[in-house]
């Protein structure tokens, strides 16, 4: 069973950039979907982005889509979320998470393997 470990929160102003990673460090994703979602302060987890196995194939929430990106390098076994023009209504404990079939991908799909967080706090 994979495990995933997210990096690269913090605390950024509005209308900065934050890169967050999430990387296997035990088995490996690269055959899998992997998604991007946010849980803030009171509210339930909302998906924000997710990738297919090759990183042909992206889907974005509509309320970060235009500024953030999801990529992935499967030789460093990591996936990324580029984040701009950041606002405060995206402070969230952000996860990243697998699909859990091989080369499969359903945008928002369902996802099995989930990291432990990383904080992203955007202030004025």
């Known amino acids: 069973q994979v495990q995933l470990v997210e990096s690269g929160g913090g605390l950024v102003q509005a209308g900065g950039s934050l890169r967050l990673s999430c990387a296997a460090s035990?088995?490996?994703?690269?055959?899998?979907?992997v998604g991007w979602f946010r849980q803030a302060p009171g509210k339930e987890r909302e998906f924000v982005a997710d990738?297919?196995?090759?990183?042909?194939?992206?889907y974005y929430a509509d309320s970060v889509k235009g500024r953030f990106t999801i990529s992935r390098d499967n030789a460093k076994n990591t996936v990324y979320l580029q984040m701009i023009s950041l606002k405060r209504e995206d402070t969230a404990v952000y996860y990243c998470?697998?699909?859990?079939?091989?080369?499969?991908?359903?945008?928002?799909?369902?996802?099995?393997?989930w990291g432990q967080g990383t904080q992203v706090t955007v202030s004025l």
């Open positions: 990738i297919n196995w090759n990183g042909i194939r992206t």
């Open positions: 998470a697998t699909q859990k079939t091989i080369y499969s991908y359903v945008p928002q799909g369902v996802y099995d393997y």
């Open positions: 035990r088995g490996t994703f690269s055959k899998y979907a």
